[in-house]
């Protein structure tokens, strides 16, 4: 089973734990930064 894990860090603290939760999980996991949307137009 494939995992995507995505995560949103304005100070990298987020992405540090999302980048040790996808080396606990292995191969079977993707990992995708989340970007600020500021407007929608």
Not at 16 to 33: F, R
Request: aromatic share 8%; hydrophobic share 35%.
């Amino acid at each position: 089973m494939k995992v995507l894990i995505t995560y949103y860090s304005e100070t990298g603290n987020t992405q540090k734990i999302a980048e040790a939760i996808t080396s606990i999980i292995g191969e079977e996991s993707d990992l995708m930064q989340m970007e600020e949307v500021t407007s929608f137009k």
